[in-house]
Every structure is written in C-alpha cells, then in structure tokens.
C-alpha cells in the first residue's frame, strides 16, 4: 500500500537524499558577501554525509510515527470530547 509508513518512510528519505545536494549548492551561492568561501572551503564531506544522514532519518521517522500515532491519538481527544458532551 503507497501510505504505508515503511513505504512513506523510504520515500521522505529518498526526497531527502535527493535534494540534499542542491541545498549544499544552494547555501554555497547565499553566502554573505565579503564572507564567501572557496567551493572546496565550504563543502565539507564529512559534515554533510553526517547532516544529511541525520535528516533524512529523523525526517522520516517522524513520519511514520506520527503515521502510527495518529488513529490513537484521534480516538483519545475523541473520547474526550465525548466525555465533555456528557
């Protein structure tokens, strides 16, 4: 099913990893000016293997907890609605 959370999860870590690159390219051409570093000073691998790693992942967890704690939650402030009415 397409709105599983394992499928949802691999889809938001995928878009992630994706795009992960071009926001690098994108925060190189934003640099302040008089400020701006070389290509090579400001890539730096290891942190943004790191970064993007740890987004992708937390992006995705995320997800699919809230996937699955959605229909408890629901019933719980439905209930105490519920309750409230009388």
Request: with cysteine; glycine share 10%.
């Amino acid at each position: 099913k397409a709105v599983d959370p394992q499928v949802l999860f691999i889809v938001v870590i995928l878009g992630c990893l994706g795009s992960a690159p071009f926001n690098e390219w994108r925060g190189f051409l934003l640099q302040s000016k008089g400020q701006e570093l070389t290509f090579k000073e400001f890539f730096k691998p290891s942190n943004f293997v790191r970064s993007t790693a740890l987004g992708a992942i937390k992006q995705g967890l995320a997800l699919a907890v809230g996937y699955w704690c959605a229909p408890p939650a629901t019933k719980f402030v439905n209930g105490l609605f519920s309750a409230m009415r009388g």
